[in-house]
Antibody, heavy 123, light 113 residues
Framework: QVQLQESGPGLLTPSQTLSLTCTVSRGSITSSTYYWAWIRQSPGKGLEWIGSIYHTGSPYRKSSLKSRLTISLDASKNQISLKLNSVTAADTAMYYC???????????????WGRGTAVTVSS | DIVMTQSPGSLPVSLGERATINCKSSQSVFHSSNKKNHLAWFQQKPGQSPKLLIYWASTRESGVPDRFRGSGSVTDFTLTIDSVQAEDVAVYYCHQYHSVPPTFGLGTRVEIK
């Protein structure tokens, strides 16, 4: 059974860059059956999709975050990465990495989630 | 973006009773290409990440007890828990994957009366 493990800094100050990594085990991120996503959860906004990336490296990003957000994958390390520039308190949330099923370029449901990593942005 | 509206926000039920959670999408999530409703349900227990229960509106994920049932089509969906158990205390979310961005409902908290 695939396992996803997020890692990140925990605490940032406003304007810093958030860098998160999702390490996947018991499964390959280059499998064409799946895509990979970042989802965050905050008390005020519930579950919010941030972006996704295919095994080919093609990313999809939430439009409101597009200018600040980079999602990439490293096949040699079996990792997916997220970088979010110029963070504010509004970016405070639990960040999850998830695996999604797909068919061609159609993205379907998320079938596995990591445990999440908590991120707080505060001065 | 497709807005997912869940009701009720909180649902107190007695052990062994049936729980019914509703989810309404602001647009159809039925995909004509595969004739399926692109709707999933997740369960999130305290301190845990969401867990997939149902996809394609009514298909149970492997290992999910058969007391969990998904139904509905187009814009109106229901998650039913037949005979609620103590371990079913959680927040339940509906989720559409018909359109980008994928979106979630705000959740329904199931608690024991």
């Amino acid at each position: 059974q695939v396992q996803l493990q997020e890692s990140g800094p925990g605490l940032l100050t406003p304007s810093q860059t958030l860098s998160l990594t999702c390490t996947v085990s018991r499964g390959s991120i280059t499998s064409s059956t799946y895509y990979w996503a970042w989802i965050r959860q905050s008390p005020g906004k519930g579950l919010e999709w941030i972006g996704s990336i295919y095994h080919t490296g093609s990313p999809y990003r939430k439009s409101s975050l597009k200018s600040r957000l980079t999602i990439s994958l490293d096949a040699s390390k079996n990792q997916i990465s997220l970088k979010l520039n110029s963070v504010t308190a509004a970016d405070t949330a639990m960040y999850y990495c998830a695996r999604g099923r797909k068919s061609g370029y159609e993205m379907y449901y998320f079938d596995s989630w990591g445990r999440g990593t908590a991120v707080t942005v505060s001065s | 973006d497709i807005v997912m509206t869940q009701s009720p926000g909180s649902l107190p039920v007695s052990l062994g009773e049936r729980a019914t959670i509703n989810c309404k999408s602001s647009q159809s999530v039925f995909h004509s290409s595969n004739k399926k409703n692109h709707l999933a349900w997740f369960q999130q227990k305290p301190g845990q990440s969401p867990k997939l229960l149902i996809y394609w509106a009514s298909t149970r994920e492997s290992g999910v007890p058969d007391r969990f049932r998904g139904s509905g089509s187009v814009t109106d969906f229901t998650l039913t828990i037949d005979s609620v158990q103590a371990e079913d205390v959680a927040v339940y979310y509906c989720h559409q994957y018909h359109s980008v961005p994928p979106t979630f409902g705000l959740g329904t908290r199931v608690e024991i009366k």
